[in-house]
């Protein structure tokens, strides 16, 4: 019987805590959020971070972030992401080389 109790409980917190996430903070935050990303734009555009990201090889693993790139993140971050892709480990440290070089 104590084990039932203790089951119905759990199940109640859990189902408190999964409705708990679905509050009504998006609205908040999508107000607030006009005013931030007017400001997020304008530290980009005056403070940009120059990224190079080198891939092994292009991958379904990488989708997150080329994702990530087509939506813009990263420039909402200020971050200029220029990805290389280094077509394999043989080529990773030559790739590398020649990056560091032409950057000098």
Same mark, same amino acid.
């Given at each position: 019987? *104590? =084990?039932?109790?203790?089951?119905?409980?759990?199940?109640? &917190?859990? %189902?408190?805590?999964?409705? @708990?996430?679905?509050?009504?903070?998006? /609205?908040? *935050?999508?107000?607030?959020?006009? @005013?931030?990303?007017?400001?997020? =734009?304008?530290?980009?555009? #005056? +403070?940009?971070?120059? %990224? #190079?990201? !080198?891939? &092994?090889?292009?991958?379904?693993?990488?989708?997150?972030?080329?994702?990530?790139? /087509?939506?813009?993140?990263? +420039? /909402?971050?200020?971050?200029?992401?220029?990805?290389?892709?280094?077509?394999?480990? !043989? !080529?990773? %440290?030559?790739?590398?080389?020649?990056?560091?070089? #032409? *950057?000098?």
């Amino acid at each position: 019987m *104590k =084990k039932r109790i203790l089951a119905a409980m759990l199940a109640a &917190v859990m %189902v408190m805590a999964l409705l @708990a996430g679905c509050g009504s903070q998006k /609205e908040e *935050k999508e107000t607030s959020g006009k @005013a931030t990303s007017k400001t997020q =734009k304008e530290n980009t555009e #005056t +403070e940009m971070t120059d %990224v #190079t990201l !080198n891939e &092994v090889a292009h991958s379904i693993f990488y989708a997150p972030m080329y994702v990530a790139i /087509e939506e813009g993140y990263f +420039e /909402e971050e200020g971050i200029n992401l220029d990805l290389v892709c280094g077509f394999g480990a !043989n !080529n990773l %440290v030559q790739n590398s080389l020649i990056l560091i070089l #032409t *950057k000098s």
